[in-house]
């Protein structure tokens, strides 16, 4: 029938366009997430010396950032002397709990914020996430590169999400944190 493939035809455009347009949104809520939890790295090398990669390109961002960082830096006392040897060893008091608990719901506040702003739930994000990772599969199944952006994305943001979920690697970075800053001089 000749209908038929121009029937598919039309079928493989709309399919395209709805990724298109499934991966637009994606990506703006992965941009926006990666703006919120990465943290601002500097090289140091422009001529005042501060050169800030990926920087928060919002203030909502920003004001994320300078929150954690606050609440980090509060926090790195229960990680010091005998409190930071036990978190060292893997073991953990109930105030490095605690701390951890007040981390993890401002980031799952801000990110649950974000996403309703958008119309949107975690759930509806990592169902895009799992169709652009499924989609770039499929490609690669095929014998394309499979080399989908917005699935790389996808993966770099539930890493970040991963990470602020995991107890026990946040407070092994704050034990490390807190031993260098004993080392330095209490700085």
């Given at each position: 029938m000749?209908?038929?493939?121009?029937e598919?035809?039309?079928?493989?455009a709309?399919?395209e366009?709805?990724?298109?347009?499934?991966?637009?949104?994606?990506?703006?809520s992965?941009?926006?997430?990666?703006d919120?939890?990465?943290?601002?790295?500097?090289?140091?090398d422009?001529?005042?010396?501060?050169?800030?990669?990926?920087?928060?390109?919002?203030?909502t961002?920003?004001?994320?950032?300078?929150?954690?960082?606050?609440?980090e830096?509060?926090?790195?006392i229960?990680?010091?002397?005998?409190?930071g040897?036990?978190?060292?060893?893997?073991e953990?008091?109930?105030?490095?709990?605690?701390?951890y608990q007040r981390?993890?719901?401002?980031v799952?506040?801000?990110?649950?914020q974000?996403?309703?702003k958008?119309?949107?739930s975690a759930?509806?994000?990592?169902a895009?996430?799992?169709?652009?990772?499924?989609?770039?599969?499929?490609?690669?199944?095929?014998?394309?590169s499979?080399?989908d952006?917005?699935?790389?994305?996808s993966?770099?943001?539930?890493?970040?999400?991963?990470?602020?979920?995991?107890?026990?690697l946040?407070?092994?970075?704050?034990?490390?944190?807190?031993?260098?800053?004993?080392?330095?001089g209490g700085?």
């Amino acid at each position: 029938m000749p209908g038929e493939g121009k029937e598919s035809d039309e079928y493989k455009a709309t399919a395209e366009e709805t990724n298109e347009d499934e991966n637009e949104v994606l990506m703006e809520s992965l941009a926006h997430l990666e703006d919120l939890l990465f943290d601002s790295v500097s090289f140091g090398d422009d001529e005042d010396g501060d050169d800030e990669w990926n920087a928060p390109s919002s203030k909502t961002a920003e004001s994320l950032r300078s929150e954690l960082k606050e609440l980090e830096d509060r926090a790195l006392i229960f990680f010091e002397g005998g409190d930071g040897a036990l978190a060292r060893s893997g073991e953990y008091t109930l105030a490095q709990s605690e701390a951890y608990q007040r981390f993890a719901s401002l980031v799952e506040t801000r990110v649950e914020q974000f996403l309703a702003k958008r119309g949107s739930s975690a759930r509806d994000l990592i169902a895009a996430m799992k169709r652009a990772d499924d989609r770039k599969k499929q490609a690669r199944s095929n014998g394309g590169s499979g080399g989908d952006w917005a699935a790389d994305a996808s993966r770099e943001v539930a890493s970040l999400l991963r990470e602020v979920d995991d107890f026990e690697l946040w407070a092994t970075n704050m034990a490390r944190r807190a031993a260098d800053r004993e080392r330095l001089g209490g700085k």
